[in-house]
């Protein structure tokens, strides 16, 4: 689901949205529910679900985009155990000063 506040938390066993207001969110997945009742238009109902999917569309393609640069960087590198490798180590940077010897 594209809503955060809509999203199942395990944490807090519901979502936010419902945490907060004391109900479930109405979203278009449930409105197709007939259990549901939610007096809205059938032309609203149409414009929504088609935003829906562009926002869905707009968003794979975003995540496609960031995964094509991410992949370009990307290097497989595979290392069989007594291989000699250099490894760097940075440390954390903290608010705490340390003095000379960080």
């Known amino acids: 689901m594209l809503l955060t506040n809509a999203s199942y938390h395990r944490s807090i066993k519901m979502t936010p949205f419902k ?11 449930n409105w197709s529910d007939p259990m549901v009742r939610v007096d809205v238009s059938r ?10 999917r562009s926002i869905k569309k707009d968003i794979k393609a975003a995540q496609d985009r960031q995964k094509f640069y991410a ?3 990307r290097l497989c590198r595979h290392f069989e155990e007594g291989d000699m ?8 940077r903290s608010s705490l000063s340390l003095g000379k010897y960080k």
Do not use: I, N, W
């Open 19 to 29: 945490a907060l207001y004391g109900y479930d969110c109405l979203t278009p997945l």
């Open 43 to 52: 032309h609203m109902l149409d414009e929504m679900e088609s935003q829906m």
């Open 71 to 73: 992949d370009k960087k």
């Open 85 to 92: 490798v250099f490894l760097r180590v940075r440390p954390k």
